[in-house]
């Protein structure tokens, strides 16, 4: 089968960052099934694990990038029990494991989430990590329900990007809360808007367009991008006895006494948790995942798919790379795998 790798951390512009292999198809035991893939989304993940899991010498083996999939199940395992050949799924999957850029790829069931007819395979492809994302991060981390209403206010700061594009729509969905993202740019703005967002605030003056448009504390702020760029904002923004939750890593040590008089809860959301040490709640992304199906069927939630590209290559991985690593793009970037054996 066709898959599209690395052996060597290397910047994009390196011939050899993404290299094109031809492997062995797989084939699934006990909880896994068997995905033929249809689409792809690429997430800053993708590029971190690239730029930094092997620095000094190759991987003996090859690393297969990807972490957001669609597609229909052609085996399955033989401890299988919530799916059969035909079924069409998505997911985020499992970082320890070989991932999405293949044309087929293993994964393990409790993972994966039913995908109706009625949505697009490009559709879904860009949902499944930013959404368990966002949802693990709103509902587990800082328990938002029903029964927070509009005295209470969430920031998020971020909102243009995957994850902030999806924790929009939930809170607005979900919950009651006045919401209030960042953003710069004319586009982001209007992306931000068109997602549900109260306000949106210029992220280069945080402070004071919160305090301009009224807003000195918030009781919830969801941080989507850069931590430690954040942490003195957040210290300032947030209330007392209110609840950070953060999904980037801290480069430098964290001033925790910032937040320490105020009794602020500070909660880390990692969406490979569950996969990663197996947790008991490891089958509640299936859940998740065939929740937001359904927020997507009856509309109440829409993709974030913003872009498609029509060839699964090298050459196409790579450019989609130099944007992601930009920083500046918008919703989810999909790779749609109907010109799979073609880059021309």
Not at 99 to 112: H, I
Request: hydrophobic share 40%.
């Amino acid at each position: 089968m066709k898959a599209i790798g690395f052996k060597k951390s290397l910047p994009i512009s390196e011939a050899d960052s993404l290299i094109e292999l031809d492997l062995v198809q797989p084939i699934p035991t006990a909880n896994d099934i068997l995905v033929k893939i249809e689409a792809i989304s690429v997430n800053p993940v993708d590029y971190k694990v690239r730029q930094n899991t092997n620095l000094l010498q190759p991987h003996d083996q090859p690393k297969i990038l990807g972490w957001d999939a669609a597609g229909t199940v052609v085996a399955v395992g033989d401890k299988v029990d919530h799916f059969k050949l035909g079924d069409r799924v998505f997911y985020a999957g499992d970082i320890t494991r070989q991932g999405s850029y293949a044309e087929f790829q293993l994964v393990d069931e409790n993972l994966v989430g039913h995908l109706p007819e009625s949505i697009p395979f490009l559709e879904a492809a860009a949902m499944p990590m930013t959404s368990l994302t966002a949802w693990e991060a709103l509902f587990e981390k800082m328990k938002l329900d029903q029964e927070d209403t509009c005295s209470k206010s969430i920031l998020i700061i971020g909102g243009a990007g995957g994850v902030g594009s999806v924790a929009i729509q939930l809170v607005k969905q979900m919950t009651g809360l006045h919401l209030i993202t960042t953003a710069s740019r004319l586009e982001s703005k209007k992306w931000c808007k068109n997602m549900g967002a109260d306000l949106v605030v210029d992220h280069r003056n945080l402070v004071g367009e919160m305090q301009q448009a009224g807003h000195e504390h918030v009781d919830f702020i969801l941080n989507c991008v850069n931590t430690d760029d954040y942490w003195e904002i957040m210290s300032k923004l947030i209330r007392p006895e209110g609840h950070i939750c953060c999904i980037a890593e801290s480069k430098w040590a964290l001033d925790l006494n910032m937040i320490r008089m105020k009794s602020v809860t500070l909660s880390w959301e990692y969406v490979f948790t569950k996969a990663i040490y197996i947790t008991e709640g490891q089958s509640v992304q299936r859940n998740i995942l065939n929740q937001l199906a359904g927020l997507m069927e009856s509309k109440k939630i829409k993709s974030t798919l913003n872009c498609v590209y029509k060839k699964f290559c090298v050459e196409t991985l790579k450019e989609v790379h130099r944007k992601i690593e930009s920083g500046s793009s918008i919703g989810k970037t999909v790779i749609d795998f109907i010109n799979i054996n073609s880059c021309t």
